[in-house]
């Protein structure tokens, strides 16, 4: 049996055995999936310039993670590193926080202008379809015909959530679109290059260097904001943005890639659109449909199709 083989079955077993894996993925799409709503209340309703938003959200958030890290580990440990060479660590969080942080979310808060944060998810969250493509090319993990199925009915769900009806602006649902195909090259990339330091380090330096990218980007597009214009409410979602939503969110989904194999643990990022879906009904008011309850019954039957093997 080959290594690469060996490795899914025992990342598999793990799985089964460690009700741990199953957590870290549930919190890590729970959190993942309140950034919808939460950056789509400060996009849209409080008119905050999106890559200013996303920008100094992440480049907090990664200065946080890495002044916790240097205090646990030590300041040495802090120092970004694959196969004991700095310089390809440094390479590799700078390329991940372009495709994961500035590419991925930068697409959404594209997105977030003119899309619900529900729809945005929706489509954002069809990467592990891509991933799928991608792994089984790649990473040798094979899309067998249920693996397949799987996939297909959490697609099938977050298209029969999109509904038939209405108009959508078509540059927001390309801009959803490749952020989602930046998330899965870049889950391609970090299963292929094992990091050497800690996944908190990996996720801290990742999030500054892709929020310096960002806001970049904003000088670049001539973002202003009236900082006076802030209230206790815009702070109150700016604050769950940076510390559930990039920090809790991204060092667990990390954290699942690395135990579990790119493939199945990118399907439960179905969940994602369905926790979006959830928090937009509780805070921005949306309306539960036959849409989102058939999403769910999908999303539920490709989850167990995944991971009956």
Same mark, same amino acid.
């Given at each position: ?14 799985q089964?055995?460690n ?16 950034s ?7 996009i ?5 310039p ?22 646990k580990?030590g300041?040495?440990e802090?120092?970004?590193q694959?196969? =004991?060479s700095?310089? $390809?660590? #440094?390479?590799?969080?700078? @390329?991940?926080?372009? +495709?994961?942080?500035?590419?991925t *979310?930068?697409?959404l808060?594209l997105?977030?202008?003119t899309?619900s ?12 379809l ?9 990473l040798?993990?094979?899309i067998t ?8 009915l ?5 298209v029969?959530c999109?509904g ?17 195909l930046?998330w ?8 292929? =290059?094992?990091?050497d $330091?800690s #996944?908190?380090?990996f996720? @801290?330096?990742?999030? +500054?260097?892709?929020?310096?990218v *960002?806001l970049?980007?904003s ?12 209230n ?9 943005l ?14 699942a890639?690395?135990?579990?194999g790119?493939?199945?643990?990118s ?9 979006s879906l959830i ?5 921005l008011?949306?309306v539960?449909?036959a ?16 991971n009956?093997?």
């Amino acid at each position: 049996m080959k290594s690469d083989e060996r490795a899914n079955l025992s990342n598999i077993k793990f799985q089964k055995k460690n009700p741990k894996y199953y957590l870290v993925i549930l919190f890590s799409t729970l959190f993942m999936g309140s950034s919808f709503p939460s950056g789509k209340f400060l996009i849209y309703n409080e008119s905050i310039p999106p890559f200013m938003l996303f920008g100094w959200r992440f480049i907090i958030a990664g200065l946080l993670l890495l002044i916790f890290c240097s205090y646990k580990y030590g300041m040495k440990e802090v120092v970004p590193q694959l196969n =004991n060479s700095v310089s $390809k660590g #440094i390479l590799l969080v700078f @390329g991940v926080g372009c +495709l994961q942080t500035a590419g991925t *979310m930068g697409m959404l808060s594209l997105a977030l202008m003119t899309l619900s944060s529900s729809l945005s998810s929706i489509i954002l969250f069809t990467n592990p379809l891509w991933l799928a493509l991608l792994a089984h090319a790649f990473l040798n993990e094979k899309i067998t015909i249920l693996k397949f199925t799987a996939l297909a009915l959490g697609v099938l769900g977050v298209v029969v959530c999109l509904g038939l009806e209405g108009e959508f602006d078509k540059r927001g649902i390309l801009f959803a679109f490749i952020g989602s195909l930046c998330w899965a090259l870049n889950t391609l990339i970090t299963k292929k =290059n094992v990091f050497d $330091k800690s #996944i908190f380090v990996f996720t @801290g330096w990742q999030l +500054l260097l892709g929020g310096i990218v *960002m806001l970049v980007v904003s000088y670049a597009f001539k973002e202003n904001y009236d900082y006076s214009l802030i209230n206790y409410w815009d702070i109150f979602w700016f604050i769950w943005l940076i510390i559930p939503a990039s920090i809790g969110s991204f060092s667990l989904w990390f954290m699942a890639l690395k135990i579990g194999g790119a493939t199945t643990t990118s399907s439960f990022l179905f969940l994602v659109p369905l926790f979006s879906l959830i928090f937009s009904i509780i805070f921005l008011h949306d309306v539960l449909n036959a849409h989102i309850i058939i999403e769910g019954l999908l999303i539920m039957v490709s989850l167990y199709l995944i991971n009956k093997n």
